[in-house]
T-cell receptor, first 114, second 111 residues
Framework: DAGVIQSPRHEVTEMGQEVTLRCKPISGHNSLFWYRQTMMRGLELLIYFNNNVPIDDSGMPEDRFSAKMPNASFSTLKIQPSEPRDSAVYFC????????????FGQGTRLTVV | GQSLEQPSEVTAVEGAIVQINCTYQTSGFYGLSWYQQHDGGAPTFLSYNGLDGLEETGRFSSFLSRSDSYGYLLLQELQMKDSASYFCAVRGPNQGGKLIFGQGTELSVKP
């Protein structure tokens, strides 16, 4: 397996624009996590899916953020409209099953909002 | 809820031993994990403790005391390439199984 695949790797956008980040988890994994990483706030969990169902989205900062997982092999994180304070590295990770603490991370998307 | 505390930074010299501590609070608990992240890279899984005691994997060991809500990562025979950030993480059933990370400890290995 190629591991968790995220796209794009880098995104530069203007304030107010819509941004969509994409993730393909490892085949067979039933848990998917979206994290945001900044120097100030560390690795923040934004949302967690189990078997394609959103289980906990309490980390989603505002209504501008939304995430979907239409099937077991694809998830998106959308920010609309984007703001400069959204600039961060966004990671997607998947895990084989609910009780497993080993998560496999994608390479991340570095988002810059200017 | 879940929260984890770990030191923000640690410095050590090549060949030395360093211990990175982690204390946690969680209402449910599958185990404590450790992850390594190099600058510009993604976090990668290092170790997992589901039960009390020491787990050893090469130069790295991890310890857990469930009664003390405490664990540590022990790195031996430090090498320059061990300079990275190290995160402890917990996952528990009571909040749907979400995986929460500490703030990370930046380890600098000096010659």
């Amino acid at each position: 397996d190629a591991g968790v695949i995220q796209s794009p790797r880098h995104e530069v956008t203007e304030m107010g624009q819509e941004v969509t980040l994409r993730c393909k988890p490892i085949s067979g994994h039933n848990s998917l996590f979206w994290y945001r990483q900044t120097m100030m706030r560390g690795l923040e969990l934004l949302i967690y899916f189990n078997n394609n169902v959103p289980i906990d989205d309490s980390g989603m900062p505002e209504d501008r953020f939304s995430a979907k997982m239409p099937n077991a092999s694809f998830s998106t994180l959308k920010i609309q409209p984007s703001e400069p304070r959204d600039s961060a590295v966004y990671f997607c990770a998947s895990s084989p099953r609910t009780g497993n603490t080993e998560a496999f991370f994608g390479q991340g998307t570095r988002l810059t909002v200017v | 809820g879940q929260s984890l505390e770990q030191p923000s930074e640690v410095t050590a010299v090549e060949g030395a031993i360093v211990q990175i501590n982690c204390t946690y609070q969680t209402s449910g608990f599958y185990g404590l994990s450790w992850y390594q992240q190099h600058d510009g890279g993604a976090p990668t899984f290092l170790s997992y403790n589901g039960l009390d005691g020491l787990e050893e994997t090469g130069r790295f060991s991890s310890f857990l005391s469930r009664s003390d809500s405490y664990g540590y990562l022990l790195l031996q025979e430090l090498q320059m390439k061990d300079s990275a950030s190290y995160f402890c993480a917990v996952r528990g059933p009571n909040q749907g199984g979400k995986l929460i990370f500490g703030q990370g400890t930046e380890l600098s290995v000096k010659p």
